[in-house]
């Protein structure tokens, strides 16, 4: 059995990744997964925050916000509507966005629903920043 | 001497003008194959998820979603129309636009409420002129359209067309098919009749595959639904800005080679003048000596 995965990362414009790698964790819709090589075919709804994962280089992380990923064989793919590296993470921007969606009025469900998705996704941003 | 002149100057002019349109051509030229590959990069990203329905579909799943459903009735109708914000690109937004003004006709004659959106100001000021009223305007598109701004837009839809104030949505932009050809069609958007590619036929290769879903089928295709009409969606305007790239390519071209002809007409025509103002000098001191003797 190959000891590599190949990780593809598309977004709806362009593709982020495509490399081999030996290792990656995801955020899946209810937590972190971690995935080797060998693993079994997998479809899955992807969460927000940190992806990461072991190149021959080193460690590399970015954030990921939703989406879907497809696992067949040897090839992983992600596809997001948005992957940001750390270093293209605005952390003012994100604070206030995070603040607006804290101070936004919710009276039903939907909306309070909303409001959790966008803190959540707001607050993994920021601790993926520091 | 004056009609050499004048001729002169246009010569000029025409000159000068050959060599704006030639810049406009090159420039095009390379905006073109950058948008090209662009939307190149893109098609990656529907063919994914072409890909993760055909696997659901095998996952004996019943399709069924908001907005998948047709609904019962079509009354209250999104016309998007995607022109350019600038102009001198031959005829690109003039075969979209001549959609629209049919569709339009044909909304009138049916009675529905048909709203447009127009992206680009050439579609904006033909509205105008023609004392059309539109619901909302954008101009922020240019040859690089972004996710982030398709997305909004089309999250705007998915609402209106959950909560029923939308029945459906159609789009008016030139399609890409080759480099040779895009042609100015209508097409429904919403309800989305299938998913993913028409032509993503799958290869039979992968059968077979027993994946596992997380969390399930069902919750899956939830998301991959609206995934899928804004992918459609972001390469409806992708397509738009290549297409409005040959065009202007294309036009710019015709416009530089007729300046040349134009160009070789005019020094024709200069010399013929200067030629015979020179014969008629000629003449006449051949005259005016012939008088004298």
Do not use: W
């Not at chain 1, 998705?117 to 993994?124: E, G, L």
């Not at chain 2, 329905?53 to 998948?68: G, I, M, Q």
């Not at chain 2, 049916?110 to 004392?131: D, N, P």
């Amino acid at each position: 059995m190959a000891n590599e995965l190949q990780l593809v990362v598309v977004t709806p414009e362009t593709t982020i990744v495509d490399e081999p790698v030996s290792a990656l964790r995801f955020p899946l819709f209810d937590g972190q997964a971690g995935v080797l090589p060998g693993r079994a075919p997998l479809v899955g709804r992807l969460g927000c925050g940190e992806l990461k994962m072991t190149t021959a280089g080193g460690e590399r992380s970015y954030f990921v916000d939703g989406g879907f990923v497809q696992i067949n064989g040897p090839t992983v793919t992600l596809l997001t509507a948005r992957c940001l590296s750390n270093d293209d993470i605005d952390a003012d921007a994100v604070r206030a966005e995070l603040e607006e969606a804290t101070s936004r009025p919710a009276s039903n469900d939907a909306d309070i629903d909303a409001r959790f998705r966008d803190q959540d996704r707001a607050r993994a941003m920021l601790a993926q920043k520091k | 001497m004056a009609k050499a002149r004048a001729i002169v100057k246009r010569l000029k002019a025409v000159k000068n003008i050959r060599k704006i349109t030639r810049t406009m051509e090159l420039i095009a030229t390379a905006r073109f194959k950058k948008a090209m590959d662009r939307a190149t990069e893109a098609a990656s990203y529907t063919k994914k998820i072409s890909e993760i329905v055909a696997d659901l579909s095998k996952a004996d799943l019943s399709f069924s979603h908001p907005l998948l459903q047709q609904p019962e009735e079509q009354t209250k109708n999104v016309l998007l129309v995607l022109t350019s914000n600038r102009g001198l690109c031959g005829g690109y937004n003039g075969a979209v636009l001549r959609h629209v003004t049919t569709r339009l006709k044909q909304a009138k004659k049916s009675g529905e409420e048909l709203a447009i959106e127009v992206a680009g100001k050439r579609g904006l000021s033909y509205l105008k002129f023609q004392e059309l009223e539109y619901a909302k305007a954008y101009t922020n598109f240019e040859d690089k359209p972004r996710y982030d701004e398709v997305e909004e837009i089309a999250d705007r839809y998915i609402e209106g067309f959950i909560a029923g104030d939308i029945h459906r949505v159609d789009i008016a932009y030139t399609k890409f098919e080759t480099a040779a050809r895009q042609t100015a069609v209508i097409e429904t958007l919403l309800p989305v009749g299938s998913l993913g590619d028409d032509d993503a036929n799958d290869d039979g290769e992968d059968q077979g595959v027993d994946y596992e879903f997380l969390p399930s089928p069902e919750d899956i295709l939830e998301e991959i639904v609206p995934a899928a009409f804004k992918a459609r969606l972001f390469k409806c305007f992708l397509d738009a800005a290549v297409s409005e790239q040959i065009a202007r390519m294309v036009a710019m071209k015709g416009a530089t080679e007729n300046a040349g002809d134009m160009i070789s007409e005019l020094s024709m025509q200069y010399n013929r003048a200067r030629q015979s103002q020179i014969t008629s000098e000629l003449s006449e001191i051949i005259g005016g000596a012939a008088a004298l003797e």
